[in-house]
């Protein structure tokens, strides 16, 4: 099948299949005597595992330690946990980082008055030089509020 079946059965791009063997993270497809790209339903298979793998946002390099370690029929289910399990960590890690965000941003539009007044501390947060002291950048309380909105 052409590059472009393969795309559609595969739910990964033409433009990311040629992507990923540029990097070498798949196989050169074989061509046809014309030079077109020619691809069999393992190579479907193989960019559907990569999809599912991007999906749970596995990186390239993980990716293709999971691409190996699937090929690898003597492979120990305990180095496909490892990898699940540190993405695991890295996600939470970024939830807590995202949440922190979402905390400070709401904590923030909360202290603002929203008014005709020009005075507003989401302003004032980010015009601080280097965004402030983290600590206080990600858990501002009440009484830092007021003393940034100063009036």
């Excluded at 289910?77 to 699940?84: E, F, G, I, R, Y």
């Excluded at 007044?117 to 965004?131: A, F, K, N, V």
Aim: net charge positive; hydrophobic share 40%; proline share 3%.
């Amino acid at each position: 099948m052409n590059i472009g079946d393969a795309a559609a059965r595969s739910g990964v791009s033409a433009k990311m299949i040629r992507y990923y063997e540029q990097i070498g993270l798949i196989p050169a497809a074989a061509r046809t005597a014309s030079g077109y790209r020619d691809y069999a339903p393992d190579d479907v298979h193989m960019l559907r595992f990569i999809a599912r793998a991007r999906d749970l946002g596995f990186s390239i390099a993980e990716i293709t330690e999971l691409l190996d370690l699937w090929r690898n029929k003597d492979r120990r289910s305990a180095d496909v946990k490892a990898l699940a399990q540190a993405r695991v960590r890295d996600l939470r890690h970024k939830i807590a980082h995202l949440q922190d965000m979402a905390d400070t941003l709401e904590d923030l539009a909360n202290a603002c008055a929203g008014n005709e007044r020009p005075g507003c501390p989401i302003l004032q947060q980010l015009e601080t030089p280097e965004g402030g002291d983290n600590k206080v950048t990600r858990k501002l309380s009440e009484k830092g509020f007021k003393a940034r909105i100063g009036s």
